[in-house]
């Protein structure tokens, strides 16, 4: 008798199932932000956190057969990219130098997908770039923030610079060393990121390598910054709020994200870094769940110096090289080498020189300075290369770091 109304109520419950899953989908789906398009998996709520990945987008909704990889997530909804746009880089980037430029220590947030896509976010953008084929120079953005993206694109990839005036500026004529590293890498740029960001990116760089720095960078983005679409959602205020609890966006999962980078899993995050004033409002103990180790201290001690003075981040980004360099070393954990990377990579003075353990190998091999301080190599850097030191440092540093590789290639 009893297992007769086991069978009874196991038979009941399949019948119901589907009914109640399709009667909950149907709900989730008419809130505001979800996706309701046919053809779009209703995302799963876990933890106080939506994860939303592309099932499938049906062609009639988008105007375009789009793959799992034309998909991603902003504010909670799918959009689809924008069709791939031309961008003229004089001189020309080669495969080689857009890698050095956008992954070789200048910025942290950007990726390799498959077909050699460069993913990257900076500030309130995100964007994808390629070479079509040894091309030109190729660009896309998710089609809500794309206009936004065609704006800032040009001036983060410093484009109204005109680096061959630059490069022909330096010394090559008279120094071997450099004409060397000039041929190798033809087309490297200096990017124009936003200073915040910069700042807030090398000071997790003491100590660490690209790798890591760039995990400490998505960590707090994830935990810390706001959805970079959210000007695009249909609710941008009320997502965050009372059932939700989180707003409504896909948190970073490092897993996930290396699996993109694979080509597997093609969900991505678009979580901005964060403001100084939203760090301000951390604690440093939250900062640490960022593996950020000693790092956290100097984030959270540089965002309350920062909080107690408005402007004063802004000013110094507009002060000559000398000024604005003594200015960043007042910040907790900033140093020579850390403030002239900020220099160089998010205000753009090129006479800044960064010395770390790649500069000091490579003064040493190429010009005999062994044993010479940080200090005493970065004023010979900007004495011998001139107005444009910055720009000889990075070829020399991507030269430095390509014999690295090279040798250990060798040894192992």
């Not at 939506?50 to 057969?65: C, H, L, M, T």
């Not at 495969?95 to 947030?109: S, V």
């Not at 120094?175 to 087309?187: H, Y």
């Not at 290369?385 to 020399?396: D, V």
Request: charged share 20%; proline share 6%; glycine share 10%.
């Amino acid at each position: 008798m009893f297992l007769g109304k086991t069978r009874k109520i196991t038979a009941l419950c399949l019948i119901l199932a589907p009914l109640f899953l399709n009667l909950c989908g149907a709900e989730l789906a008419g809130r505001p932000g979800l996706p309701s398009r046919p053809g779009l998996e209703v995302p799963p709520y876990i933890g106080n956190s939506w994860y939303i990945g592309v099932k499938r987008i049906d062609a009639a909704n988008v105007g375009s057969d789009l793959r799992l990889a034309d998909g991603c997530v902003c504010s909670g909804h799918m959009t689809a990219w924008s069709d791939w746009q031309p961008l003229p880089v004089l001189p020309p980037f080669t495969a080689t130098a857009l890698a050095e430029t956008l992954d070789g220590g200048q910025a942290f947030r950007w990726n390799r997908q498959a077909d050699d896509v460069w993913l990257g976010l900076w500030d309130d953008c995100v964007a994808r770039l390629r070479m079509n084929g040894g091309g030109p120079l190729e660009w896309s953005a998710p089609l809500e923030i794309a206009e936004r993206v065609a704006a800032a694109l040009p001036h983060y990839l410093a484009l109204g610079i005109d680096y061959t005036a630059l490069t022909d500026a330096l010394p090559w004529r008279s120094d071997s060393q450099l004409a060397t590293c000039l041929d190798s890498w033809r087309g490297l740029r200096l990017l124009r990121q936003p200073f915040g960001e910069t700042l807030l990116c090398f000071l997790c760089s003491a100590t660490k390598q690209i790798v890591q720095i760039k995990q400490m960078a998505e960590l707090l983005a994830a935990r810390f910054g706001a959805p970079i679409c959210r000007a695009g959602s249909p609710n941008p205020t009320g997502l965050g709020e009372r059932k939700l609890g989180a707003p409504l966006v896909e948190r970073v999962d490092l897993n996930a994200l290396e699996l993109a980078r694979r080509g597997g899993d093609k969900r991505i995050h678009l979580h901005r870094l964060p403001t100084w004033p939203e760090l301000a409002a951390a604690r440093e103990s939250d900062l640490r769940t960022c593996a950020l180790g000693f790092r956290a201290r100097f984030i959270w001690q540089t965002a309350q110096f920062l909080a107690a003075r408005p402007g004063w981040l802004d000013e110094t980004e507009r002060l000559p090289y000398a000024a604005a360099k003594e200015r960043l070393c007042l910040l907790p954990g900033v140093g020579e080498k850390i403030a002239d990377c900020v220099l160089l990579f998010g205000a753009g003075r090129y006479a800044a020189f960064p010395v770390d353990v790649w500069i000091i190998h490579a003064m040493a091999r190429r010009y005999g300075l062994g044993g010479w301080t940080p200090t005493q190599i970065a004023h010979f850097g900007r004495v011998h290369f001139g107005a444009s030191a910055g720009l000889a440092q990075q070829y020399l540093f991507a030269s430095e770091r390509a014999a690295g590789r090279r040798s250990l290639s060798r040894n192992t």
